[in-house]
């Protein structure tokens, strides 16, 4: 069974950056079928896609986040990370790391638990 | 870009009752690609229709998807306890950008 699990500091000092990283179990990262994505929910508000990569490195953003963030792919550690620059209060949000079955269901099918980062002085 | 609007915003129903919740593109888009998840509070979201009308695994049958154009529906013909949840469209685009609704909470009446 597929597993995903986010982990990363869950407290970030606005103006820094926010690093998570996502690790894959019960399947490969590699594996030509999928995407992995990133989406984030603040507290009490709805879901939002932050951005996804596959594993060849090829990465797609949210336009209203674009200039600030990144993901990268570790094919040796099954793991994806996404880094947020320059973080705000509103940036604070439950993370989600995601698969995304671009060739088959063609969406977002397996989740993690996700993990609230709070950006805070 | 294209703005999903779900609809209502709360639904107030019983149990045993059917819940029909809708989710309008601001222009045509492909049902290959709108689908339908579930979140239950604390929980993360959990696939539940995928293009559009197909059922995901381990989906009960009362879950079921309809629609194509702008105008599509998440149906739940009689609901149980565990349905009471927040409900949210998806949908992707040619330009490569993901684009959820802003949700529709069913809760209890």
């Known amino acids: 069974q597929l597993q995903l699990q986010e982990s990363g500091p869950g407290l970030v000092k606005p103006s820094e950056t926010l690093s998570l990283t996502c690790t894959v179990s019960?399947?490969?990262?590699?594996?030509?079928?999928?995407?992995w994505g990133w989406i984030r929910q603040p507290p009490g508000k709805g879901l939002e896609w932050v951005g996804d990569?596959?594993?060849?490195?090829?990465?797609y953003f949210n336009p209203s986040l674009k200039s600030r963030v990144s993901i990268s792919v570790d094919i040796s550690k099954n793991q994806f990370s996404l880094e947020v620059t320059s973080v705000t209060a509103a940036d604070t949000a439950v993370y989600y790391c995601a698969r995304l079955d671009y060739y088959g269901v063609r969406t977002f099918d397996y989740w993690g638990r996700g993990t609230l980062v709070t950006v805070a002085s | 870009e294209i703005v999903l609007t779900q609809s209502p915003g709360t639904l107030s129903l019983s149990a045993g009752e059917r819940a029909t919740l809708s989710c309008r593109a601001s222009q045509s888009i492909s049902s290959s690609y709108l689908a339908w998840y579930q979140q239950r509070p604390g929980q993360a979201p959990r696939l539940l229709i995928y293009?559009?009308?197909n059922t995901a695994t381990g989906i009960p049958d009362r879950f079921s998807g309809s629609g194509s154009g702008t105008d599509f529906t998440l149906s739940i013909s009689r609901l149980e306890p565990e349905d009471f949840a927040e409900y949210y469209c998806l949908l992707f685009s040619s330009s490569h950008t993901w684009t959820f609704g802003q949700g529709t909470k069913v809760d209890i009446k």
């Open positions: 019960g399947g490969s990262i590699s594996s030509s079928r999928y995407y």
């Open positions: 293009g559009a009308f």
């Open positions: 990569i596959y594993y060849t490195g090829s990465t």
